[in-house]
């Protein structure tokens, strides 16, 4: 089955600092990537997605880019803030007829120190 | 409209117990996933309901069984409880499931085996 590995575990920016997360998956058949933020006693919240025909999407501080042939996906946050703090968990699915089934990375906790 | 709701949201039980948690869909919602998350290990998949059918299993012990209703609730069931099935268990939501449709999260139902 699919496998998601995230790096790194733990990472500690500077309040207006970019942070970037990377993940890497095993199964080639995987076409969609969704970030996940959860902030500590909450539910994980989708902040971008991407699909395996696009290779780079954008939301204001948020940018989320694809390698297909590497089978990598990177989040990267600009100018982070110290709300930008949480877990933040990459995960890859592969569609297919009558199934579906998200594989998420083990997250990478951010701190944003003021 | 609502969120995915999931009930209760704190357990205690003793090992060799049986529990049930249960998770109400976002209105229209026709498919319900469920993880076990714990410190270190993510969000691990356990299955996927969708029109009353189990799609998708993970790999996790029969002890692990769910269903789904015809209103799309969900409930899972976890028989002989042991002291490793501490743990987050959250519930997704999403409207037909499949790489196209976003995966909502409920707040989770704690669960703590003693």
């Known amino acids: 089955g699919e496998n998601v590995e995230q790096h790194p575990s733990t990472l500690s920016v500077q309040e207006g600092d970019s942070a970037v997360i990377k993940c890497t998956y095993s199964?080639?058949?995987?076409?969609?990537f969704p970030w996940y933020k959860q902030e500590l006693g909450k539910r994980p919240q989708l902040i971008i997605d991407i699909r395996s025909n696009v290779g780079e999407k954008k939301d204001q501080r948020i940018a989320v880019t694809l390698n297909k042939t590497a089978k990598h996906f990177s989040l990267h946050i600009t100018e982070t803030q110290p709300e930008d703090s949480a877990v933040y968990f990459c995960a890859a699915s592969i569609s297919g007829a009558g199934s579906y089934q998200l594989t998420f990375g083990k997250g990478t906790k951010l701190s944003v120190i003021p | 409209k609502a969120g995915v709701t999931q009930t209760p949201r704190y357990l205690i039980k003793t090992r060799g117990q049986q529990v049930t948690l249960s998770c109400s869909p976002i209105s229209g919602h026709r498919s319900v996933s469920w993880y076990q998350q714990t410190p270190g290990q993510g969000l691990q998949f356990l299955f996927e309901?969708?029109?009353?059918?189990?799609?998708n299993k993970g790999n996790f012990p029969g002890r692990f069984s769910g269903r789904q209703f015809s209103n799309s609730r969900s409930e899972m069931n976890v028989s002989t409880l042991e002291l490793g099935d501490s743990a987050l268990y959250l519930c997704a939501s999403s409207l037909e499931g499949g790489a196209k449709n976003i995966q909502y999260f409920g707040a989770g139902t704690r669960l703590s085996v003693l």
């Open positions: 309901y969708f029109s009353e059918t189990q799609r």
């Open positions: 199964d080639s058949a995987s076409n969609y």
